[in-house]
């Protein structure tokens, strides 16, 4: 018997975790059909997080789409079902056509991280267009494109150096009506691998503390600098990313396993740390940067 | 004595010769092996210049393989303290790897950024920068002749250098602490 997941008609960071809900009762061999067919949005985080629901299944999954042709043909410029036919079984319409984001404000389509090399690739191509729309329609500084670039570079190797196995990262620029009114650009980076918790564990000579489980793990990751790797320079790339979202008052949240950790900014009513959440695999990072607005 | 490194061609050589961005940790820790590998071979005291010049990005997990892992090992190493090493070439974003990196390990090295300024990057109390900012005028200097330019004992001039000169920052030669800049 199948189980049918409903993807919610707008999919970003908060709703992926209704997704969870649906998922956390379920043993990994239960068949799944994850049903998008009503979802007419979908953030980066919400198109490489579905990804990330096949991975976590011992059963192959099965996917519908969106029913909306215009959402259906963002997924498919998104690069979300070049990834979504090699993970999922395929039910419905799959459009066709070029991956190219072309004139779209996708900035990098949904890409496979799983090495090093990957990482090389992902900021090289992400260079050229993240100085036009950070510069242009954002009207950050133009050092920031590299500093963006930086992050970007940062984020992507966690999942090369913990989580295990490879994950997905894409970033795009829109209107964020909900809370800004404002352009922002997005960076999503999500995985399925062993979650920050298990990575800290791995630690030689780990031993657990009093309070220990995924909230405290993340916090240990993002405020304290912690590494598994016990060497002088390790736990600087989030420490980075960190200064990078506070200059530009930005918002960066990590979920991993039960619980999620924010950097929150003034325009966002996000708690700095949600714990007791539905498990759910690996990792999920998501940097939002505003458009600036004094500059104007 | 002086040997440069152009960090972007040994990135090309010993990685990808398409990379232009010094990224991800084992990018960096190619490009520092080549590096640990070329010193290696230099007569001491050496000075290295590792010019950045030609690299793009510049990312903090590289940089603490390239920058703070080479500066770790070099003063760490009993030899070490005849190994000198500058950077060159650096633009800003360059600058906050370098930065953090020195930071984390406590360590401090002088930098010329890609306009041509000088400074020192790192941990370096305000005395000791003074004091290193003289020899660098100087070219060359002895605690005494700099005491007057300081307006500090030598006895308290010849422990600031000494302390610089084991953190790699001025060279010690026969004829006194020499600036690394003056020997480019």
Redesign the interface.
């Known amino acids: 018997m199948t189980t049918v997941i409903s993807v919610p008609p707008s999919l970003d960071d908060e709703t992926f975790e209704q997704v969870i809900e649906q998922l956390a009762p379920l043993p990994a061999e239960q068949k799944i059909l994850v049903d998008a067919r009503h979802t007419r949005w979908a953030s980066p985080f919400g198109l490489t997080a579905l990804l990330t629901v096949a991975q976590t299944r011992a059963e192959r999954a099965a996917f519908a789409g969106p029913e909306t042709d215009d959402t259906a043909s963002y997924w498919q410029r998104a690069g979300f079902y070049r990834h979504a036919e090699e993970l999922f079984e395929m039910h419905g319409h799959v459009p066709r056509g070029r991956n190219d984001p072309g004139e779209s404000n996708v900035l990098l389509e949904i890409t496979p991280v799983a090495k090093s090399d990957d990482v090389h690739d992902v900021v090289d191509r992400i260079q050229t267009r993240a100085q036009a729309i950070l510069v242009h329609e954002l009207n950050l500084d133009p050092q920031s494109t590299m500093r963006f670039a930086m992050t970007l570079s940062e984020v992507c190797q966690n999942i090369v150096e913990h989580a295990g196995r490879g994950g997905w990262v894409a970033v795009q620029s829109y209107r964020y009506r909900q809370r800004l009114g404002r352009r922002v650009v997005v960076i999503a980076v999500c995985d399925a691998g062993v979650g920050f918790r298990t990575s800290l564990e791995s630690t030689p000579a780990w031993k657990p503390k009093d309070r220990w489980d995924d909230a405290m793990a993340l916090e240990d990751a993002l405020i304290r600098g912690v590494s598994r790797f016990r060497e002088t320079g390790r736990g600087q790339g989030l420490a980075g990313v960190r200064r990078y979202v506070g200059r530009w008052d930005g918002k960066l949240s990590i979920r991993s396993g039960t619980a999620r950790i924010a950097i929150v900014p003034s325009w966002d009513d996000a708690v700095p740390l949600a714990e007791h959440l539905p498990p759910f695999p690996g990792a999920q990072v998501q940097i939002t940067i505003p458009e600036r607005l004094e500059q104007r | 004595m002086t040997h440069h490194i152009d960090v972007g061609s040994v990135l090309k050589r010993t990685v ?1 010769d398409l ?1 232009s ?1 010094l ?5 960096g820790a190619a490009v520092r092996r080549e590096i640990e590998h070329v010193v290696s071979g230099l007569d001491v005291p050496s000075l290295t210049v590792i010019d950045f010049s030609q690299v ?6 590289c940089a ?2 390239v920058i ?2 080479l500066l ?1 090992a070099a003063r760490r190493r009993a030899e070490g303290i005849e190994c000198y090493f500058l950077v060159r070439g650096v ?3 360059h600058l ?2 370098i930065e ?2 020195m930071e ?2 406590g360590l401090a090295v002088i930098v010329e950024s890609h306009e041509g300024t000088w400074h020192v990057v790192g941990a370096l109390d305000e005395g000791m920068r003074r004091t290193l900012e003289v020899v660098r005028a100087r070219g060359c200097a002895e605690p005494e002749a700099l005491a007057a330019d300081l307006a500090e004992p030598a006895d308290v001039l010849q422990a600031s250098l000494d302390r610089l000169w084991r953190r790699g920052l001025v060279m010690r030669l026969a004829t006194g602490y020499v600036s690394l800049q003056s020997l480019l």
């Open positions: 990808c990379y961005n990224v991800t940790r084992p990018t793009g990005l510049l990312d903090f997990s603490d393989e703070g892992k770790h633009r800003d974003h906050e790897a953090a990196v984390r390990y």
